[in-house]
Every structure is written in C-alpha cells, then in structure tokens.
C-alpha cells in the first residue's frame, strides 16, 4: 500500500516540527478552560436541544473538541498540501516513483486524520480530567473526531488544489471561522432563528459537534449515525476529487 | 521486448493548440547513453514526461519496457530513475533521509533502503553532508543527490532532463564521471541536453529535436560528418568603414565568399562578430582566405563540434 509510505514521509518531515503538534493541541485546551471553567463560571448549566441540563463546560467540551479535529486537519490539508502541491513540488518527485495521485490524496488525508484524533485524543483526556465528559459513550469520541477529520481534511484538501497563491486561503478561514462559532458550539441550536438553524445545519461542523455532544453526554440514538453518514460521505466525495484534481494538475 | 527499452512511434504531445512533440520515432536500446539534443521549447522535456509516465500521450505510439504508459504507468516507473530538470529534494528532509524515503516510495524495505542510502551517499560524495538539510547543499551537491536519488531503486533506465544545467565547470565533470561510471555499470540513460559538449561526452547515439520534430539523429561522429564538415574555421574580420564605403568586413565577406563559396564549394556563414568556414581543412582554406587578401584580426582552426551541427540544424534564432 503505497499511501502508506506517504504517511511514513510525513512522519519522518515531522519529527522535527513537533512544536506544530503542540500548537494544534494547546489551542482548543485553552478554549475549553477560557470558555468551559470561564465563561462557564457565569453561565451555570445549560438546556442542551435534547432537553437536559448540563453543565456549560460540559456543554462545550464536544463542540471543541470537533473544532480540534476540524482544525487539525484542515491545517494539514490545505496549507501544508499547498505548499507541497506548489512550491516544494514534494508530489511532482514522489509520481516519478510507483506512487500514483490516488496513493498521494489517500496518504496525504489519512496523515491529517491521524493528527485529527491525536489532538483529538489529548483534547479528550483534558475533558475528561475536569470533568467535563460525562458517558462511557465518551469513549466513541475519538473515532466521531477521525471521522470529523476525513471531512474536513478531504474537502480543505479538495479546495486547496484550486488555490493559486496563499492569498486564497482566506476563503478558508472565512468558511471555517463562522463554523467555528455558530454550528451550535457555544450555544445550543434551539437558541438560533427558524431561518439560520437550517442553515446551521447544513454545515460539516454541526454535525461533527452534534454527533460529538450525543456522545459525550450519553444522549445517543440511531440519528447519531446519520452524522456519522453524512461527514463519511462528505469525505469520500472530497478524496475522489482530490485524487482527480491532483492527476489533473501534476500529470498534464 | 529485450532488444528496445523505449520505442516510440509517431508520438504526440498536444498542450491545446501548442505541439510540443510532433510524432518523433525512437528508439533506445539496453545499455546505451541515448541524448536528446534541442534548444529551449523543442520538446525535449515532454518527451521525456511521456516516457516517464508522468504526462499522457496525445496520439501515437510509446512503449517502454514493452509496457504502455497509459495503462502500466506504476510498472514501468518502478524500473525507471528520474532526475528532473529542476532538483524537488524534499526540503523538510535531510539529505539521507531524502534518499532513504525514496527508497521506500519504491516498496524497498527499510533495511534495503538504509543500506542503499549509504551506498549512494558517498556515490555522491555527500557522506559528511548526511544529516544537513537540502537547502544550504551547493547546485552541484543538490545534482548530486538528485541523481543519487534516482538511482535508489536501481533502475534498468536512467532518465536525466538537463542534469549539468546551471552547474559550474567542475560540478558538471564530476557529474559526467558519474553519469560515465553508471553507463559503464550498463545502466540505460537518457539525457536531455542543450549542451554539446554534454551530448559528445555521454551520448552513443542522439536526436538533435527542433520545434518538436527530430531535426537528425546518429552518433555524434555520424551528426558532424553528415551535418557539418570535419573542421571549422573561424575569422574575426575588421568592421571598419573603408575608403570606398563599404565597410572592411563586408569586403572580407565578399572575398570569403568567392575563395570557398564558388571556388572550393565550402560552406561560409557571416555572424555578427565573425565568420565561420566550413572545411575539411581549416589551414588550407586559412592560407586560401589570406591568398584572396582577406587580413582577419584573428582567426582559428578548430575541430567541428555538435555545436556546429545543432546551429546549422535549428538554426540561431534564440527560442524562448
């Protein structure tokens, strides 16, 4: 499996720059301590959208958590396959090997998983130290997180082969940003307008935060699955037009 | 199969409207140094793209190994080496990890891949450099590595876009005694040159392309013979304005042009700062020239090189 040593690749390049993985991990910490033990100070509990009342630290844990794998990955696939696709022209030297296109979007998007759930699972290892994972089903977070990841990673992946300078990738903070901040994070969704909330719905991060918090507060049913679908899906649409893209771009 | 390792038949490389390769015929056989000689643009690059499985063909016929590219690309680039026109080492890598991955991007164990390292790493005179980083390496050490790495599979075919281009004088010996010591190893290259002297000193037998056709093709021996005469004289003549208004070189010309043109049939060409005669004995036309009256500031008989048969063929209009 050729993908493989694409990762194998990664990891070697990265041994050197763990002081990136550090980042990825500390930023979403200090929202869940800034945000969970802050504001959560202030705002005592919270009525979640199946009807029970949590704790607002517990609340926001899984939402943050999805935001850590969204970023983690999305970092990886779009700036550093940038810079690869572009300048390094890492991939131009690696097709003049047996590896093909399909064996780079696979590797390249596995690779962001595995940072995906490894900062997802030192996230998850917080929450849980400060309480703030209430379910054994909080065990499953890990896996909802990598599948969180092969979204993201595949479309920002997907996106990024479309970008001409690093200019561009303000669409990218533009399109993550708001997701950040309204996918029914910090507040819960039936807190939103008619309106907004199918919008809000429609979006790759609400359901990785909403698959997320029915599992870290045990609040679980089949629809869960249908979260589960629909970033799995996202995913694999994105690494088929990944794996397109790429033969297009580096095999003209 | 075993007798050809590229065979190419009327093969066609389209960009849109732009022809960059324009149904050329090759063929290289195992063993040998095969060079494709062309300025800027004449498709030399494409050609070789396409025999690395890298850019599809348009139309024709290309086979290597006796395998298609467009259905046994990851076959066939298992058996090659490439070295690419511009180095992409993987600056987040140090030098022997450069290698060493490569290897593994070819399926070879970790273990084989070590050990071929080492061996590779001093092939490229770069053993103390193992642990730097690419970027501060010189051109000539990044070559160097370029190569190395293209041979970590150890590939039946060798192929080389440009490898001594940019290079200083020494950077480029060092490179063709290694590119020497490989041919004689009996590793198949193909090297893409605007070089002459490149293509004298590697190539057994050569294309010289030109706007994506092959203009000739031969040894280089063959080329000169055939394209070019044995020697070539070279006279730098004085530009000043005479008397009767005609300038000094203009006349020079003229006479030239009488004494071998008409008379001994040899081929003149009037450049800017010089002209070049075309003769199987550069001192005999010498005395020729100064029988006719023609006092040149300088001149020089030298041997004729691949050079003078690249310019008689695609001409001297710079291509960009």
Redesign the interface.
């Known amino acids: 499996m050729?993908a493989a040593?694409v990762i194998?690749?990664n990891v070697?390049?990265y041994r050197r720059?763990w002081v990136a993985f550090l980042t990825g991990f500390a930023e979403p910490v200090f929202y869940l301590f800034s945000l969970g033990l802050g504001v959560g100070a202030l705002v005592h509990s919270v009525t979640t959208d199946a009807g029970t009342t949590v704790e607002y630290a517990t609340f926001v844990a899984p939402a943050l958590l999805a935001s850590s794998a969204m970023n983690g990955a999305i970092f990886d696939s779009t700036y550093n396959v940038f810079f690869k696709l572009r300048y390094?022209?890492?991939y131009?030297?690696?097709?003049?090997?047996?590896?093909?296109p399909r064996d780079l979007a696979l590797g390249e998007i596995a690779w962001s998983l595995i940072r995906g759930a490894m900062y997802s699972a030192a996230f998850l290892a917080v929450a849980v130290a400060i309480g703030a994972v209430d379910s054994w089903w909080g065990l499953l977070a890990l896996p909802a997180a990598v599948f969180i990841a092969l979204a993201f990673s595949a479309v920002g992946m997907f996106a990024t082969t479309f970008m001409r300078s690093f200019l561009d990738f303000d669409f990218i903070t533009l399109a993550i940003q708001p997701m950040f901040l309204f996918s029914a994070t910090f507040f819960p969704l039936g807190t939103y307008p008619d309106a907004l909330r199918l919008l809000v719905q429609a979006t790759p991060l609400y359901h990785g935060v909403a698959l997320e918090r029915g599992l870290m507060l045990g609040e679980v049913g089949w629809g869960l699955l249908g979260h589960v679908a629909y970033l799995a899906i996202l995913g694999m649409i994105g690494a088929v037009g990944v794996s397109r893209r790429l033969a297009r771009l580096?095999?003209? | 199969m075993s007798d050809v390792l590229v065979r190419a038949r009327g093969l066609t490389k389209r960009?849109g409207d732009f022809i960059a390769v324009d149904g050329i015929d090759v063929e290289v056989r195992p063993g040998e140094a095969f060079g494709f000689l062309g300025p800027n643009g004449a498709g030399k690059s494409s050609t070789m793209k396409m025999i690395?499985c890298?850019?599809?063909v348009t139309s024709g016929e290309l086979q290597v190994f006796g395998m298609d590219p467009a259905t046994h690309?990851?076959?066939i680039?298992?058996r090659?080496g490439?070295c690419?026109q511009?180095d992409?080492?993987?600056?987040?890598?140090t030098v022997e990890?450069n290698l060493w991955?490569?290897g593994?991007?070819?399926?070879l164990s970790r273990r084989e891949a070590r050990a071929r390292a080492q061996g590779l790493l001093e092939f490229a005179q770069l053993t103390d450099r193992r642990s730097d980083r690419v970027e501060p390496l010189s051109g000539g050490m990044k070559r160097r590595l370029t190569i190395a790495r293209?041979l970590i599979?150890e590939p039946d075919l060798l192929l080389l876009d440009e490898p001594t281009t940019g290079l200083d004088p020494q950077a480029r010996h060092v490179l063709w005694d290694k590119l020497f010591r490989l041919k004689q190893q009996g590793v198949t290259l193909i090297v893409t040159t605007h070089y002459m002297d490149e293509a004298e000193q590697l190539c057994d037998r050569l294309v010289v392309m030109d706007g994506g056709r092959i203009a000739a093709q031969g040894s280089p021996r063959e080329l000169i013979e055939r394209h070019c005469s044995r020697e070539v004289l070279e006279l730098r003549l004085d530009p000043v304005v005479s008397a009767t208004g005609t300038t000094g070189a203009a006349r020079g010309v003229e006479l030239l042009g009488e004494a071998f043109g008409e008379r001994l049939g040899e081929r003149v060409e009037v450049l800017p700062d010089r002209v070049l005669v075309y003769t199987d004995d550069g001192e005999a036309a010498l005395e020729a020239a100064h029988a006719r009256g023609v006092r040149p500031i300088s001149s020089l008989v030298r041997r004729a090189s691949l050079e003078d048969v690249f310019l008689t063929l695609t001409g001297r209009t710079l291509v960009d």
């Open positions: 050729l040593r194998e690749r070697l390049a720059l390094a022209r890492t131009e030297a690696m097709l003049a090997t047996p590896i093909g580096l095999l003209s | 960009f690395g890298v850019s599809p690309g990851p076959a680039r298992a090659l490439v690419p511009e992409m080492l993987d600056g987040e890598l990890e991955i490569y593994r991007y070819f399926g293209a599979s």
